[in-house]
């Protein structure tokens, strides 16, 4: 800890090299923020993502999802409780783009160069008109007791999809999110370091937040009051970027994150202030599609988590709601995550409103059905023919098919659902596949089955694995999965009156604190339903595959790089086209597969010298023509 305060105080000194510089402590500073925002930022490429036509005026279009608007909106802005972005919402609205566009960094068109999603502007959801996604949040902070007013972000930031054909935007609501969150955040860094470093742009940003009506003193203590500020923040944002990029890191680029080691970074470096703590991020994922995920008996990629409420916490304290581990100013594990409303906007939002197999439907937030009127017809033939082939070949891993009619009944009159709980209520009980037998990347399921952490004993977590000094050490899932229980149970006790246990069992989605790294000892990947698939590109957990064509494809069929970032959808591979501002490599100059970026596993093959241990599902290669079946089949569920 206390390295990190004096790397902290070095950075600080050199981005505050005085409240009154002259010309040539300015270019020195100057240079070293910028030298600094390139450190941030990786040296990420940017500038050939292709941003959403919608921006230009394309025609929108929401897929029908059994959600009304009234719904979306609340799902797109209404926060949870996070503190995100580095700055405070009257920063970032007054913040420039870097560069010289003179633009302002939240104006939506430039923000869609990173993927996110423009949103209308609502006087009570969105008054400031962010992106979807983008949500303010207000309180006290619970570490220090001071106000707070900041954009963070929602789960729909990375959980909405935007898919673009013909000049028409097709937006997926629970989709993967073609986003590049790291991407973001290094040119938020280098706006405020550009900012930081004078000249006229320092003033504009100066006089956007101090207002016009200062005396001249006023004003310069205020602008020498901003100028320590901005360092503070600057510095703060740029020694957690560098504590993360350790040896190892994968770039994680467009339409991917390293979502728990992130997770992990936040909570425990963050939030204990212990370097230690930290992990590069080394596996990178899809962002998963989110619809029937309350009615799945374990989520996560790995099938790791069980409770809803500790998935919906645990990813608010991810994209930075604020937890007090300590026992003042508020009592310990108090945060800024508003439980009820992740349950009530969230959560009850995905559920529907009853047990699918009442109806034998989802009657919450519902999977996508291909709108033939933008992206073609389907041939019923041809998807006939997958229908058998499905059944053949798909459904021993991902269950049959959740769609009506006699293709449907195994769906909801198999042995496929839980036993009803005491609350009446019945989980569809996904398959889970060693990872040794599917033959995928196994960075993600394996880096969280090996992390650990170190905590001090005053947070009273339990099951440690041993002593380090003054600290414990414990399994990284199981003590994530601790502190956002007692974090959640602290809101629940602090409200007035208590919450009561059967409203907490109600919230917490009639389901214990499940967390596991292993299923029977090995490390696992989930199979789930594949209705709605198609809306999902790109494919397996790590967004190693542009197309489902690809995926079902031998191994030496699979493209070795592709590139991601653009929206244009390619409607006969059913994917996202090969362009955009971020190649994505799977396998090294000598053709061995990268960890965290390998498209090996899934694989439909004959077993040659070739692809030998990368995961043979059946012993026969799909045909072309069978390729095509499937697909067409895809596209009806």
Not at 106 to 130: K, M
Not at 133 to 157: E, L, Q, V, W, Y
């Amino acid at each position: 800890m206390g390295r990190g305060k004096s790397d902290r105080s070095r950075l600080f000194r050199i981005l505050a090299l005085g409240a009154r510089p002259n010309a040539a402590s300015l270019g020195i500073r100057a240079a070293g923020l910028l030298a600094a925002a390139a450190i941030v930022s990786g040296g990420a490429e940017r500038g050939s993502a292709q941003p959403p036509a919608a921006a230009s005026g394309a025609n929108i279009v929401w897929l029908e999802q059994n959600w009304g608007a009234d719904q979306r909106l609340r799902y797109h802005h209404q926060s949870q409780g996070t503190l995100t972005l580095p700055v405070s919402s009257s920063w970032l609205l007054a913040l420039e783009q870097p560069g010289g566009s003179g633009g302002m960094f939240v104006d939506q068109a430039y923000l869609e160069t990173f993927g996110f999603i423009p949103s209308r502007e609502d006087a009570v959801a969105n008054r400031d008109g962010l992106p979807v996604g983008f949500a303010r949040s207000t309180g006290f902070n619970p570490r220090d007791g001071k106000a707070f007013d900041n954009i963070g972000f929602t789960c729909a930031a990375c959980h909405t999809g935007r898919i673009d054909f013909n000049g028409t935007s097709m937006l997926v609501d629970g989709g993967p999110a073609m986003i590049d969150l790291a991407g973001f955040g290094g040119e938020l860094a280098r706006a405020l370091f550009e900012t930081a470093a004078g000249g006229e742009r320092f003033t504009r940003f100066a006089d956007r937040i101090l207002g016009p009506d200062l005396r001249p003193l006023d004003r310069l203590r205020g602008r020498a009051r901003l100028r320590l500020e901005l360092a503070g923040a600057i510095a703060g944002q740029a020694i957690q970027e560098l504590r993360s990029r350790r040896p190892g890191s994968v770039t994680e680029g467009f339409g991917r994150l390293d979502a728990l080691n992130r997770i992990g970074n936040k909570v425990f470096g963050d939030g204990l202030g212990l370097r230690a703590n930290y992990r590069a991020t080394t596996a990178p994922v899809a962002f998963p599609h989110i619809w029937d995920t309350h009615w799945l008996d374990w989520v996560q990629y790995n099938s790791s988590i069980e409770q809803p409420m500790v998935r919906n916490a645990g990813e608010a304290m991810g994209v930075g709601a604020v937890v007090n581990f300590n026992a003042r100013p508020t009592p310990r594990y108090t945060s800024t995550i508003p439980i009820g409303r992740l349950y009530d906007s969230i959560e009850e939002e995905l559920r529907g409103p009853r047990q699918p197999l009442a109806g034998r439907e989802f009657t919450g937030l519902r999977s996508p059905r291909w709108p033939e009127q933008v992206l073609g017809p389907i041939d019923r033939q041809l998807a006939a023919q997958g229908s058998a082939l499905y059944r053949e070949r798909c459904s021993g891993c991902h269950l049959p098919a959740p769609v009506e009619g006699e293709d449907g009944e195994p769906f909801w009159t198999g042995n496929h659902w839980s036993a009803p709980n005491a609350a009446g209520e019945r989980y569809l009980v996904l398959r889970t596949i060693p990872v040794a037998t599917i033959g995928t990347d196994e960075a993600q399921a394996a880096d969280m089955a090996a992390r650990t952490i170190l905590a001090p004993a005053s947070l009273g977590l339990v099951r440690p694995l041993g002593r380090r000094g003054s600290l414990i050490e414990y399994g990284f899932g199981d003590a994530l999965g601790q502190v956002v229980e007692l974090s959640v149970d602290a809101w629940y006790g602090s409200q007035t009156p208590p919450v009561p246990a059967a409203d907490r069992d109600r919230m917490n989605g009639h389901r214990p604190n499940g967390i596991r790294d292993r299923v029977g000892g090995q490390l696992v990947y989930k199979a789930r339903p594949l209705n709605g698939i198609w809306a999902t590109a790109p494919f397996l957990h790590n967004g190693s595959i542009r197309t489902l064509y690809e995926l079902l494809s031998p191994y030496a069929e699979r493209a070795p790089q592709f590139r991601l970032g653009s929206r244009e959808f390619d409607a006969r591979d059913v994917g996202y086209v090969n362009a955009g501002g971020f190649l994505l490599q799977t396998v090294d100059a000598r053709g061995n597969p990268i960890r965290g970026n390998a498209n090996t596993g899934h694989l439909f093959d004959v077993a040659t010298p070739q692809n030998r241990g990368r995961g043979i599902i059946f012993t026969r290669a799909f045909t072309p023509e069978e390729r095509r079946a499937i697909i067409e089949f895809l596209k009806t569920i």
